[in-house]
């Protein structure tokens, strides 16, 4: 079944704990997108990546990392959470950048006390 | 100016009602547009996607584009309860990489 997968669905930690939130596609797609969604603001891109090895900002990309290894994987890293990074994030791909629809993971809803 | 806006809603419509769900867009270059249905805690899902002027039909759903206008439109016919949810407009802005969303119309189907 072609799916984008995050873990951990659920994710409760302190601030400052470093954590990373997995993302794997297995539609062999080029491009994958981190968004994070919060009441009235909508979803927002943090990073994107259009190949291995290359990625760069979206609109919202302070306080995260990435990184593309290999093309199936693209986690996120909060190397120092803070409470306003609570939020519901997604993960998402698509066969090339913006112009095919993109496919979303089921979200990590993260809190950071 | 907002690059994608929709009305944020609630928007109620009884079932069995045709529900019209409307966006616009600053980019005039825009190709390819979409509209997915997000239920709450859920992940977006893509329900439609237009890309030239006109109509696309698609079982209950037809999307609409007018590109002169700037404008994309999504008509739920025969609405159910279970059309309740947020719909997100998405433009794919020229040159970026990226889609950039609308903050989504709540529609709630009442019985």
């Known amino acids: 079944e072609a799916q984008v997968t995050q873990n951990p669905r659920y994710l409760i930690t302190v601030t400052g704990k470093k954590l990373t939130v997995t993302c794997s596609q297995n539609m062999n797609h080029e491009y994958m997108s981190w968004y994070r969604q919060d009441p009235g603001l909508g979803l927002r891109q943090i990073y994107y990546s259009m190949n291995v090895e290359v990625t760069d900002k979206g609109d919202v990309p302070e306080g995260y990392k990435v990184s593309r290894k290999e093309k199936r994987n693209f986690p996120l890293i909060l190397e120092s959470p803070s409470p306003n990074q609570t939020s519901l994030y997604f993960c998402a791909s698509s066969f090339d950048r913006g112009n095919s629809p993109l496919h979303f993971g089921n979200g990590t809803r993260l809190t950071v006390t | 100016q907002k690059e994608v806006e929709q009305n944020s809603g609630p928007l109620s419509v009884p079932e069995g009602a045709i529900a019209s769900l409307n966006c616009t867009y600053s980019?005039?270059?825009?190709?390819?547009f979409f509209w997915y249905r997000q239920y709450s805690g859920k992940s977006p899902e893509l329900i439609m996607s237009?890309?030239?002027?006109g109509d696309k039909e698609d079982g209950r759903f037809t999307a609409q584009l007018n590109k002169a206008s700037q404008y994309v439109s999504l008509l739920i016919r025969d609405s159910q309860p279970s059309d309740s949810a947020t719909y997100l407009c998405a433009v794919a802005i020229q040159g970026a990489q990226k889609l950039v969303f609308g903050q989504g119309t709540r529609l709630t189907i009442n019985p």
């Open positions: 980019d005039r270059v825009s190709q390819s």
């Open positions: 237009i890309y030239s002027n």
